[in-house]
């Protein structure tokens, strides 16, 4: 809604411009009239559409031609007078009024006319028939009052439709000459009958209108009332009422019969809440609402929001199968004004054995857009009606700023859901093949992937600890000179190389060393194409002695060419280490080289169960009677059997931790 509304007053000398604008002021006609009135400000609370309103007059013979263009460009509607006993006025409205108007204006955006007659109380006839005419050669005027200063008849009205003509424009509502509404207008009113068919059967039933109703007016409609328009729909449109619901055809008449009917606030009132402006676009304050991101924070779905797109996927999964396709997948964008996923998509997120989008992916790929640009996700919601839906104040209620990630560091524990991984690698070193295994896809189905389809995210649901996480991967173009911020920024790294390559590891331990040695990013190495005979890596030192030396997990082995789905059990390790960064040295694997494999493995053998079992003999196996359980003494030996036992394995774990 406009903060404002400024009304300008034009016409012939002495059609009575200046009493006009008195007689509203004072509700008594002046008997001393200026050449002109200085602008008043009508207060917002005396309004009726409680809006502040300025009357600007003019005067030939105060002001300038200069003067003049600018009020003429500065004002919101401009009032017409003429004097309904002076042809010669009338006559000037068309050959002179308009045409100076028109001059002086945008093309783009014509600032609405009010024809005005005054001095009504001179005449007894009307002079509607020539000015009707008029109005029907100029679609700006939005309509004709005739009205006398002198008697004070229609002065208040007057101004009211001038108000009004800005608040609630006819032009970009309706085309008087061909009697229909104009197509941006059917568009929106198109979106918002979509939106608010909450179960998308292309009616609105009792519920849906009473929704709709609650929403738009914020009060519902009674029993009666929703009969009656029904009814009248009914008699007036072919299929406008189905089922006992109004259909599109419906809705888009009765808003035809308010704008026919003058009540055009009632259309802009809905247009209005759901989020369209003057021009029918989609306003920029409700598809962008205001919300901060600090740096070193992320951005993330809430609760709330993932119940308002499961609530999308499940009104547009019409045969219940859990994937959303093509044509279904278009019906959820058909309220969007382009489509926003392309078919990269399909090899982002999770999808069936026909490629249709599954729910858990649907939900993936909100996620992916909520991360990677924000603005971009409250567009999108915004297209969706979320704010309407979901009866939040804008889309920034579905979105969590998550706090800074040194926080979490500080305090060794997240309350992300998000977790980012870069994945580095050289050329054909099996980065691509990464990504779509962890959307289930073996060697055979990535073979059937097009070129100019292809993704470089993949992001999917693991869990830690019970805990649903999302794992986003990115795979990292590799120009070892032109790494951004972008590509550097993460939860953890993923260093994959090929090997039955021998120079793969290479660059692998290059990005290393000079990237992430000296960070605090966790990092994973990635042997890949495990399946393939492995060869020696031309480096100073193997894989596995890099990560001893560096303090990194054994290189994990990783192939996609299974016969089945490839497991995802490297994927959880990767966000184990991302949630947990601070846990350095904790085994995931079950290798046997590295340390903690090597104490398990200790504390497990045959040795110790002897020794332990010799114990346990001497300490607990015997008879032990009443009197001895008194004993002092054979405390002192449970005593010194547990320390010895404790001793021995610790000092054991000490000797194998000093290689590292």
């Not at 200026?34 to 917002?44: H, M, S, V, W």
């Not at 004709?144 to 002198?150: G, M, N, Q």
């Not at 008449?253 to 209005?272: A, D, M, P, Y």
């Not at 030396?549 to 290189?555: D, G, S, V």
Request: hydrophobic share 35%; glycine share 4%; proline share 5%.
């Amino acid at each position: 809604m406009r903060k404002d509304v400024r009304i300008l007053l034009l016409g012939e000398p002495k059609v009575g411009k200046t009493s006009l604008i008195m007689s509203l002021v004072s509700e008594e006609f002046p008997e001393v009239v200026p050449y002109r009135a200085e602008e008043i400000t009508i207060p917002a609370d005396v309004t009726p559409e409680r809006v502040p309103t300025h009357i600007v007059d003019y005067s030939e013979a105060e002001q300038t031609d200069e003067q003049l263009f600018q009020e003429i460009s500065k004002a919101n509607v401009i009032c017409i007078v003429y004097s309904v006993n002076n042809k010669k006025s009338i006559e000037k409205v068309t050959s002179h009024w308009i045409p100076l108007i028109t001059e002086n204006t945008d093309k783009d955006s014509r600032v609405p006319l009010i024809l005005v007659g005054n001095k009504s109380d001179l005449v007894e006839h009307s002079s509607m028939e020539t000015i009707l005419p008029v109005m029907n050669k100029y679609s700006e005027i939005e309509t004709c009052v005739e009205c006398s200063a002198k008697n004070l008849k229609n002065i208040s009205e007057l101004f009211y439709y001038a108000q009004k003509a800005v608040l609630h424009p006819t032009g970009p509502l309706y085309c008087p000459e061909k009697k229909c509404m104009r197509s941006m207008c059917v568009k929106a009113l198109t979106r918002i009958f979509k939106v608010s068919d909450l179960d998308n059967d292309g009616i609105l039933n009792d519920n849906e209108l009473n929704f709709f109703q609650r929403t738009s007016f914020n009060t519902p409609l009674e029993p009666q009332a929703l009969d009656d328009v029904k009814n009248v729909v009914k008699k007036n449109v072919d299929d406008g009422v189905r089922d006992n619901g109004l259909t599109l055809k419906g809705f888009l008449f009765l808003h035809i019969l308010f704008i026919q009917r003058g009540r055009h606030e009632t259309t802009w009132t809905v247009l209005r809440r759901f989020g369209y402006d003057d021009d029918l676009e989609l306003n920029q304050d409700y598809l962008f609402p205001l919300l901060k991101v600090p740096p070193d924070c992320t951005t993330e779905l809430n609760h709330n929001a993932y119940l308002f797109l499961q609530s999308v996927f499940d009104k547009h999964d019409k045969d219940r199968d859990c994937a959303l396709s093509p044509d279904e997948l278009s019906d959820v964008f058909d309220v969007f004004p382009y489509m926003p996923w392309g078919p990269d998509v399909n090899n982002t997120v999770g999808t069936n054995e026909q490629g249709f989008v599954t729910y858990q992916g649907f939900l993936s790929q909100w996620t992916l857009t909520t991360y990677l640009d924000v603005q971009r996700c409250l567009e999108y919601l915004g297209y969706l009606g979320y704010s309407i839906i979901a009866e939040q104040e804008s889309q920034a209620s579905g979105i969590t700023v998550t706090r800074a990630k040194k926080i979490d560091l500080q305090k060794k524990q997240t309350q992300r859901n998000v977790f980012r991984c870069n994945v580095f690698g050289d050329v054909g070193s099996g980065k691509s093949g990464f990504l779509q295994a962890f959307l289930g896809k073996n060697l055979m189905r990535q073979k059937t992937i097009r070129e100019e389809h292809k993704s470089y995210y993949a992001i999917s649901t693991t869990y830690v600890y019970g805990q649903e996480k999302y794992l986003l991967l990115h795979e990292v173009f590799p120009d070892f000179d032109y790494l951004t911020d972008a590509d550097l920024t993460c939860d953890i790294v993923c260093l994959v190389y090929d090997v039955s390559n021998p120079y793969s590891f290479e660059y692998c331990a290059k990005v290393f060393k000079h990237y992430f040695m000296d960070s605090k990013i966790p990092c994973m190495m990635i042997a890949a194409k495990s399946d393939l005979p492995e060869v020696k890596q031309m480096y100073g030192c193997s894989p596995l002695e890099f990560c001893r030396r560096h303090k990194m997990p054994p290189p994990q082995s990783f192939t996609c060419n299974t016969t089945t789905a490839p497991a995802k059990d490297i994927y959880t390790k990767l966000t184990t280490m991302a949630m947990y960064p601070h846990a350095r040295l904790r085994c995931m694997c079950t290798c046997n080289r590295c340390t903690f494999c090597l104490c398990q493995n200790f504390l497990n053998s045959e040795l110790l169960q002897t020794v332990r079992a010799k114990l346990y003999a001497v300490v607990l196996r015997r008879h032990v009677s009443q009197a001895e359980l008194k004993s002092s003494t054979f405390w002192l030996r449970a005593s010194v059997g547990a320390t010895v036992f404790a001793v021995l394995g610790f000092a054991m774990y000490r000797v194998l931790l000093k290689p590292r």
